[in-house]
């Protein structure tokens, strides 16, 4: 049997950074009321000039060095993404263009917070499959432009940044099991209604969140996404060295390594300096453990994320 093994891990932040402090002198709020709420001290926000296929190519590079290959090794991308260059061509595409590499398949998945989880998923069935060897797999997001500043609700809790990894075909275990899942009657408690028509935005351009309703759903399911994952692969809890999970809220984060009985202590954490980035966070946690020295080749990594849709899932793996 063949394995998607990860090789490599890259990330990417931009240089302005944002405390709490920051965003307090803008708008109703302070560093305690966040972080009491949700854990971020601080986000990172974009340049006028970077675009997310900027972001997503930074964080390629630092993987593809770190897998120790060459660009034109890589014969699969695929970039998560809900905050696009431009309505098409894919991201993806752009990444390609940017690491001057032609031929191979390239595309975007958008499944929002769990955008990351079903790219990778997608890429080692690819590798499974002997459709691809060495894949790259991206999350990569703007959301400070898709944010209402003037709604302490939902600004406070985003930044920018990109993270990716570089898959490739092994012998030896490194994926070992995977799930996905969405719901769709959920879509009111998550979204940005806006569309194009014509040449104009119709709709609200902006995140729009039920709070409460977004955190009782991710807590529940969280938790039975990665029970599911380590129940396909005959796992239990205790054998994780480390859960990755979405950086989005440290209160959800806690209740679903609870329900785990997982130790906070196993749990990667990033949130408080980036914020939620999205189908960033996984990877942007993933890739700080790594060149930390936490996570080490041969450990048990439980990743799970969940966004709007709602869609959510979970991986199991062995770096």
Request: hydrophobic share 45%; with cysteine.
């Amino acid at each position: 049997m063949k394995y998607s093994k990860i090789l490599g891990t890259g990330s990417y932040l931009p240089q302005n950074r944002v405390s709490n402090d920051d965003l307090a002198q803008r708008i109703d709020t302070s560093d305690e009321w966040i972080t009491t709420r949700t854990g971020i001290k601080a986000r990172h926000i974009a340049s006028d000039n970077e675009k997310t296929s900027d972001l997503a190519t930074a964080a390629a590079r630092q993987a593809i060095e770190a897998a120790a290959i060459s660009a034109d090794e890589i014969d699969l991308i695929i970039v998560a993404t809900t905050t696009p260059d431009m309505q098409f061509p894919s991201t993806a595409t752009m990444v390609q263009q940017k690491l001057g590499i032609s031929g191979c398949p390239a595309f975007d998945v958008q499944a929002v917070c769990a955008g990351f989880m079903y790219a990778l998923a997608t890429a080692n069935a690819y590798i499974q499959s002997g459709m691809a060897t060495k894949a790259l797999v991206i999350g990569a997001d703007i959301f400070s432009r898709i944010l209402n500043w003037e709604d302490r609700g939902t600004c406070v809790l985003f930044g920018d940044g990109a993270g990716a990894v570089v898959l490739g075909v092994s012998d030896d275990v490194g994926i070992i099991s995977s799930r996905l899942h969405a719901d769709g009657h959920y879509l009111d408690l998550l979204k940005v209604p806006a569309q194009m028509v014509d040449g104009q935005i119709c709709g609200s351009p902006f995140v729009e969140m039920d709070g409460q309703g977004v955190f009782k759903f991710a807590v529940k399911q969280l938790a039975a996404v990665a029970q599911e994952v380590l129940e396909m692969a005959d796992y239990t809890a205790d054998q994780v060295d480390w859960m990755i999970p979405h950086q989005a809220n440290r209160r959800i984060i806690e209740s679903t390594a609870k329900h785990l009985g997982l130790s906070m202590d196993k749990v990667i954490l990033t949130v408080a300096e980036h914020a939620n980035t999205s189908a960033a966070s996984i990877p942007l946690a993933l890739d700080a453990g790594v060149r930390d020295g936490r996570i080490q080749r041969g450990q048990i990594l439980l990743l799970e994320g969940i966004g709007g849709g709602f869609a959510w899932g979970a991986v199991l793996i062995q770096y």
